[in-house]
């Protein structure tokens, strides 16, 4: 038993690996985790945090950790730039159960597509030399894409006013009355800091596709962006005038994508009662 002992001392315990622990997420700072099965919307701010175990300590009793906090989309992109920072603070021998919290918020793009996306931690302890990472799963509720990657016109429909929420099932209107569309323009490319150079223009037609009116000027979006757009979601509108005559009307939207060299023509029809 003394050999035991001695063979012990000889020989001590292993230190319990650096560990990260307590990860939440939430919606606001210092606010419950969010509900199992919940999902973040796109534009939302979610606030992260968790907590640090089995630090070591200099002979001083200072700890010296660093970390980096990351949030990706299901396919492995970045949505966010990475925060980095270092935790440096004495722990006295009365303050042995502290742990330190690494807290943050994440900006969620609003233009990016449903899944499970994922928040990975990654903390560095300096005095111990050992490294921890945990992977933390978030739902974002999302827009459903159209598959394919050219340009295209998608989720074409006609409402009755800019406020209104859900589209017409008979887009027919009355003389006079305005006429409301959105819709979604996705498979453009992106240059250098994710940019993009996009531009539509919208015509009225009439009964044989001959155009009534065109927009003076293209709607344009030129920017960049750290996470990519996935979409550019667009809007118009037209007020039909008194005396139109009923029957069958269309619109044209021409979209160019200038950095991916693309074009595209959608078109929809609607009717004058």
């Excluded at 969010?34 to 089995?54: A, D, K, Q, W, Y």
């Excluded at 015509?203 to 920017?223: C, M, N, Y």
Aim: aromatic letters at 8%.
């Amino acid at each position: 038993m003394r050999a035991l002992a001695l063979l012990a001392l000889a020989f001590p315990l292993a230190a319990a690996p650096l560990e990260i622990v307590r990860p939440l997420v939430a919606n606001s700072d210092g606010g419950a985790a969010l509900p199992t099965g919940s999902e973040v919307i796109p534009g939302e701010t979610i606030f992260f945090s968790c907590r640090v175990h089995n630090y070591q300590k200099t002979p001083d009793e200072k700890i010296h950790l660093s970390y980096s906090v990351e949030a990706f989309d299901p396919k492995g992109v970045l949505l966010v730039e990475p925060v980095k920072n270092e935790v440096t603070e004495e722990v006295s021998p009365q303050d042995k159960d502290w742990m330190p919290r690494i807290a943050t918020e994440i900006a969620v793009p609003p233009l990016i597509g449903a899944g499970t996306y994922q928040i990975v931690v990654k903390v560095n302890d300096v005095v111990a030399k050992s490294q921890s990472i945990l992977k933390v799963p978030f739902a974002v509720r999302g827009h459903n894409l159209p598959p394919g990657g050219m340009l295209t016109v998608s989720n074409l429909r006609f409402f009755r006013s800019e406020d209104d929420t859900q589209p017409v099932e008979k887009p027919a209107y009355r003389a006079g009355d305005a006429v409301w569309t959105r819709f979604d323009i996705t498979g453009f490319r992106y240059g250098p800091k994710n940019k993009i150079d996009v531009s539509y223009v919208v015509s009225v037609l009439d009964q044989s596709g001959k155009a009534l009116w065109t927009q003076p000027e293209p709607t344009t979006d030129q920017t960049d962006s750290f996470y990519p757009k996935l979409w550019i979601p667009a809007s118009m509108s037209i007020t039909t005038q008194k005396n139109t005559h009923p029957g069958e009307y269309g619109i044209a939207i021409q979209v160019k994508d200038a950095i991916g060299n693309q074009s595209y023509e959608a078109k929809a029809a609607f009717t004058v009662e």
